[in-house]
């Protein structure tokens, strides 16, 4: 349906080689998409320029904006469920309650020791979790907006009225009912996204990465002339003589 003809099963940080330069069994490519682990995130930024690619993803992250009436054994959950993937990924619960943020802590010791990779988790929640107690949900936005995660869940009572004052986020997960997991297997937006801050000027993967635009330009000869000696003197102040005479030929000809 999409097109695509020809699929090859290769993987790491020698399948970006191979489709950034080409070899005899897989052809050269003009992009490269996708995340992976921190070899092929390596070899993504290497061959950058011999191929466009579409971000730099790090480690993964989640940031959970949750008020007094969130389940703390929901958002403990949901931290580790990002924790679980490295040791380098960062889960962060931003709140305006006091008593949920202890209780999210106590939640999180116990359901660590349950986890089938309970030493990564509890190492990325040891070094890059965090706990942050906000004055107020407002703060709590400016907080989020100033970290700008990979994930955001929106565990609050109306989601979509906190939506418009979210800034920078990679893919928003709203209400209480929406773990972040859902994007992962079943939810259907892209979920290849920035990570490390760069949501402040980064999107998902989507179909614009696939889409190149480029731009033309048509001047008349009477719209020439108009401009000539403009560009012409542009020109000469940076010392190009030859764009200079570019523009004003064309009018000078035929005078």
Same mark, same amino acid.
């Given at each position: 349906?999409?097109?695509?003809?020809?699929?090859?099963?290769?993987?790491?940080?020698?399948?970006?080689?191979?489709?950034?330069?080409?070899? +005899? @069994? #897989?052809?050269?490519?003009? $992009? &490269?998409?996708?995340?992976?682990?921190?070899f092929v995130a390596e070899a993504k930024r290497q061959v950058f320029g011999a191929v466009s690619i579409d971000m730099i993803a790090g480690p993964s992250?989640?940031?959970i904006l949750a008020d007094e009436k969130s389940n703390p054994a929901h958002l403990a959950a949901d931290l580790l469920s990002q924790a679980e993937h490295?040791?380098?990924?960062?889960?962060?619960?931003?709140?305006?309650?006091?008593?949920?943020?202890?209780?999210?802590?106590?939640?999180?010791?116990?359901?660590?020791?349950?986890?089938?990779?309970?030493?990564?988790?509890? +190492? @990325? #929640?040891?070094?890059?979790? $965090? &706990?942050?107690?906000?004055?107020?949900?407002?703060?709590?936005?400016?907080?989020?907006?100033?970290?700008?995660?990979?994930?955001?869940e929106l565990s609050v009572d109306n989601p979509f009225d906190y939506l418009p004052k979210i800034r920078h986020a990679g893919s928003i997960f709203m209400?209480?009912?929406?773990?972040?997991?859902?994007?992962?297997?079943?939810?259907?937006?892209?979920?290849?996204?920035?990570?490390?801050?760069?949501?402040?000027?980064?999107?998902?993967?989507?179909?614009?990465?696939?889409?190149?635009?480029?731009?033309?330009?048509?001047?008349?000869?009477?719209?020439?002339?108009?401009?000539?000696?403009?560009?012409?003197?542009?020109?000469?102040?940076?010392?190009?003589?030859?764009?200079?005479?570019?523009?004003?030929?064309?009018?000078?000809?035929?005078?």
């Amino acid at each position: 349906m999409a097109g695509v003809d020809k699929i090859f099963k290769v993987g790491g940080a020698q399948a970006v080689a191979a489709l950034a330069y080409g070899t +005899e @069994s #897989i052809p050269k490519v003009d $992009k &490269i998409v996708g995340p992976g682990n921190a070899f092929v995130a390596e070899a993504k930024r290497q061959v950058f320029g011999a191929v466009s690619i579409d971000m730099i993803a790090g480690p993964s992250e989640i940031m959970i904006l949750a008020d007094e009436k969130s389940n703390p054994a929901h958002l403990a959950a949901d931290l580790l469920s990002q924790a679980e993937h490295d040791k380098l990924a960062s889960a962060v619960l931003v709140t305006d309650s006091a008593a949920l943020a202890e209780k999210v802590q106590a939640e999180l010791e116990v359901q660590i020791p349950t986890l089938s990779r309970c030493e990564i988790a509890r +190492e @990325s #929640i040891d070094n890059n979790g $965090k &706990i942050i107690v906000a004055e107020s949900l407002v703060e709590a936005i400016d907080i989020v907006n100033e970290i700008a995660p990979e994930h955001l869940e929106l565990s609050v009572d109306n989601p979509f009225d906190y939506l418009p004052k979210i800034r920078h986020a990679g893919s928003i997960f709203m209400g209480r009912y929406c773990p972040e997991a859902l994007g992962d297997y079943m939810a259907g937006p892209n979920h290849t996204l920035p990570t490390s801050g760069t949501a402040k000027f980064a999107s998902p993967l989507s179909v614009d990465d696939f889409i190149k635009k480029t731009q033309y330009t048509l001047f008349s000869r009477d719209a020439l002339a108009r401009y000539a000696s403009d560009v012409g003197y542009f020109a000469e102040k940076e010392g190009l003589t030859a764009h200079a005479k570019s523009a004003r030929i064309r009018t000078e000809d035929e005078k």
